[in-house]
């Protein structure tokens, strides 16, 4: 009688991540003439859903700007999934390591970053820079 092949356990999907219990820290950087960026201004906020035409303040140069958004987590261990609506470069790191990194200036795309933690104090960090047109970063449930 022949060995029956073994079959794979699934895999459970990824939970999804939500908000930072403290929130996101929002900073908008401008970019310098000396090659490196500007803060130039940072609020808190308990969602993530920027949209902007142009740039978000009349003395900053269009396309010439970038947000960077962070939260802290306290995590079980496992898999986590953040979903982000965006339009720009998007580039998302959890404990410093890069998850994600990609360019969209054909209009609003959603994606999934997916990450493995062993649990405890997580640090998620969003950098989304403007890019030829609009600029759009929202994390979706």
């Given at each position: 009688?022949?060995?029956?092949?073994?079959t794979?356990?699934?895999?459970?999907?990824?939970t999804a991540l939500g908000?930072?219990?403290?929130?996101?820290?929002?900073a908008?950087?401008?970019?310098?003439?000396?090659?490196?960026?500007i803060?130039?201004a940072?609020?808190a906020?308990d969602?993530?859903?920027?949209?902007?035409?142009?740039?978000?303040?009349f003395?900053v140069?269009?396309?010439?700007?970038?947000?960077?958004?962070?939260?802290?987590?306290?995590?079980?261990?496992?898999?986590?999934?953040?979903?982000?609506?965006y339009?720009?470069?998007?580039t998302?790191n959890?404990?410093d390591?890069?998850?994600?990194?990609?360019e969209?200036?054909?209009?609003?795309?959603?994606v999934?970053?997916e990450?493995?933690?062993?649990?405890?104090?997580t640090?998620?960090?969003?950098e989304?820079?403007?890019?030829k047109?609009?600029f759009?970063?929202?994390a979706?449930?």
């Amino acid at each position: 009688m022949p060995t029956p092949a073994p079959t794979a356990t699934p895999t459970p999907p990824p939970t999804a991540l939500g908000a930072p219990a403290s929130g996101w820290i929002i900073a908008f950087h401008q970019d310098a003439v000396s090659g490196g960026s500007i803060l130039i201004a940072q609020t808190a906020s308990d969602t993530l859903d920027l949209a902007y035409r142009t740039a978000p303040f009349f003395d900053v140069k269009d396309d010439a700007w970038a947000v960077r958004a962070e939260g802290s987590f306290e995590l079980a261990p496992g898999r986590y999934t953040l979903k982000l609506e965006y339009e720009g470069r998007l580039t998302v790191n959890v404990n410093d390591r890069q998850v994600l990194s990609e360019e969209n200036t054909s209009g609003p795309k959603t994606v999934a970053a997916e990450f493995e933690t062993m649990g405890g104090s997580t640090r998620v960090r969003i950098e989304a820079r403007d890019v030829k047109g609009p600029f759009r970063l929202k994390a979706v449930e």
